[in-house]
């Protein structure tokens, strides 16, 4: 058996079950519309009857429908079969041991919020007057984080970070506005548009941010070459070479050693080595940027714990007009 006769071997029951219940569904659908109609020709023919359009007879053959009273089971007993409900002491008594229960669960609710609120007053109390004796257990404690802190960064070879920062790849991106069309071949691929751009206003003045690079790229490929059209009709052409701008190889940024995080494991970090390359096309102008993401000693609490802040600016390295 092949695999495609496999999956719909498998798929028939799931089909089967489906077309049954949509069969299902359309029967019982069409019985509620017949019914509904033969208790409108009936409410009709009895309406007809009382009004002397029909005869006796024929109201008499129309079957009469039967009302619905909806009541409590024990209430329906005593009312309809008082030979085989309870006795009225007996219902008295029931009802009187329905309310014992009502009020006992009240209590319990009350005696549970009561013991709560006993607990947490315990628990505060035990926090501000915290006895001398459990100072030696919290500094042991503090000790052993510390100690296990100092194992862990041993066991992941923590280094002082390298100085000045370095990159051996980057992520790439690009975009395009106030084009017609426009194509940014680098590495290998297209990352520009086929389509109209609007321009940049369009977009308000943080139309840079929060963009990021796309694509993973060792240093350095050939020249990016971009061709695109301007609004006017015009063709441009032009080669950006990404190896000679960033030929040190350093990361463009604007922190210092001492503002940095001081160790990594390896005395590195990918996502520090790993900036992001940015090129914009827009209209007649070309710029390329760098956004490093630089970990700093600064902390902010997130989600309850402290994180480090970063340096994330969009740095503008070059700019060329066609």
């Given at each position: ?16 079950l489906s077309l049954s219940m949509i069969v299902a569904f359309v029967w ?71 309310q014992r229960q009502s009020r006992r669960e009240a209590e319990n609710d ?197 994180r480090s802040d970063w340096y994330e600016d969009l740095i503008l390295i ?5």
């Amino acid at each position: 058996m092949t695999a495609k006769m496999m999956i719909y071997a498998a798929l028939a029951p799931s089909a089967l079950l489906s077309l049954s219940m949509i069969v299902a569904f359309v029967w019982s659908e069409r019985r509620w519309r017949e019914r509904e109609r033969e208790r409108e020709r009936s409410a009709r023919t009895r309406l007809a009857a009382a009004s002397g359009a029909l005869p006796a007879t024929a109201a008499e053959d129309v079957p009469h429908a039967i009302p619905i009273q909806r009541r409590l089971f024990h209430e329906a007993l005593w009312e309809d079969e008082p030979g085989l409900a309870p006795s009225p002491r007996a219902r008295a008594i029931s009802q009187e041991l329905a309310q014992r229960q009502s009020r006992r669960e009240a209590e319990n609710d009350e005696m549970r919020l009561t013991h709560l609120a006993a607990v947490a007053s315990l628990g505060l109390a035990a926090c501000a007057h915290l006895p001398i004796s459990a100072a030696p257990h919290a500094q042991g404690n503090a000790a052993t984080s510390a100690h296990d802190e100092a194992a862990r960064r041993a066991r992941m070879n923590y280094r002082p970070v390298k100085w000045p920062l370095k990159f051996k790849q980057h992520n790439f991106g690009a975009r395009c506005y106030d084009t017609l069309e426009c194509h940014v071949w680098y590495a290998g691929m297209d990352e520009g548009r086929r389509k109209p751009m609007p321009p940049s206003s369009a977009y308000g003045p943080g139309y840079l941010d929060n963009w990021n690079g796309g694509r993973y790229v060792d240093n350095f490929p050939s020249p990016a070459e971009v061709t695109w059209r301007t609004k006017d009709g015009i063709e441009h052409r032009a080669e950006i070479d990404i190896g000679e701008i960033f030929k040190d190889e350093l990361i463009r940024h604007n922190v210092s050693r001492e503002e940095m995080i001081a160790e990594a494991p390896n005395g590195t970090m990918a996502i520090i080595t790993t900036p992001e390359i940015l090129l914009e096309v827009n209209d007649r102008t070309i710029r390329v940027y760098m956004r490093p993401r630089i970990p700093l000693k600064t902390q902010t609490e997130i989600a309850g714990q402290m994180r480090s802040d970063w340096y994330e600016d969009l740095i503008l390295i070059s700019t060329s007009t066609y």
